[in-house]
């Protein structure tokens, strides 16, 4: 069974663009969740989805934002771009079963803001 | 709220040696925990994770963490450590009542010298 992929894994910009990441879980699993990782903040939690709603949000400004397809792929986007904004962001998924089922994390996408 | 702390952010230890990875958490109800590895240039991967029953749980790799409760701690063991160890360590913490959302410790990056 194929993992969670994430595209691109790696990704320049510069200040005031915007950005939009990819994640299609696995097969079968029905939630998407996003974190950014940097060497100061750590693990921080964006959002999750399930079944096309965002279910949870953590706490990030509004140019952070996200979406989940039918299939239950999920995009992320970042508007306005900082430089703080570069960091290493993973998406999970999990399956979703009545109670704490593990997340599988994709490889990340490193975006670095110029 | 809870929140999670790893007393140590670099913990390095000779090969063939025991090693413990220390994780205090806090929070005012039942909470699940767990312990990811991140490889360089990967994403996190469960190790192991305690969700109820006995506080002595075993994982991947020779792994194991024991859950006290009154000292809120789950610290990761293993008795004799590989070059393959190498990696960054988390762990993370969810409420019973909001399962969905997983709280992560900073990280502990574990260097075995040969």
């Known amino acids: 069974k194929a993992g969670v992929t994430q595209t691109p894994r790696y990704l320049i910009k510069t200040r005031g663009q915007q950005v939009t990441l990819s994640c299609s879980p696995i097969?079968?699993?029905?939630?998407v969740s996003w974190y950014q990782q940097t060497p100061g903040q750590g693990l921080q939690f964006l959002f999750e989805y399930f079944s096309e709603t965002q279910r949870n949000k953590g706490n990030f400004p509004g140019r952070f934002s996200g979406r989940q397809f039918s299939n239950s792929r999920s995009e992320m986007n970042v508007s306005t771009l900082e430089l703080g904004d570069s960091a290493l962001y993973l998406c999970?998924?999990?399956?979703?079963?009545?109670?704490?089922?593990?997340?599988?994390f994709g490889p990340g996408t490193r975006l670095t803001v110029l | 709220a809870q929140s999670v702390t790893q007393l140590d952010s670099q913990v390095p230890v000779f090969e063939e040696a025991p090693v413990e990875l220390r994780c205090n958490y806090s929070?005012?109800?039942?909470?699940?925990l767990f312990w990811y590895v991140q490889y360089p240039n990967q994403g996190l991967q469960l190790l192991l994770k305690?969700?109820?029953?006995?506080?002595l749980v075993k994982g991947i790799n020779g792994f194991e963490a024991e859950f006290n409760k009154s000292q809120t701690s789950f610290h990761l063991r293993k008795p004799s450590v590989h070059i393959s160890d190498t990696a960054e360590y988390f762990c993370?913490?969810?409420?019973?009542?909001?399962?969905?959302?997983?709280?992560f410790g900073p990280g502990t990056s574990l260097s075995v010298i040969p």
């Open positions: 929070s005012s109800v039942s909470v699940y």
């Open positions: 097969s079968g699993h029905r939630s």
């Open positions: 999970a998924s999990r399956r979703v079963l009545a109670g704490p089922d593990t997340q599988y």
């Open positions: 993370a913490v969810s409420e019973k009542t909001s399962y969905d959302k997983v709280i």
């Open positions: 305690y969700l109820s029953g006995s506080t």
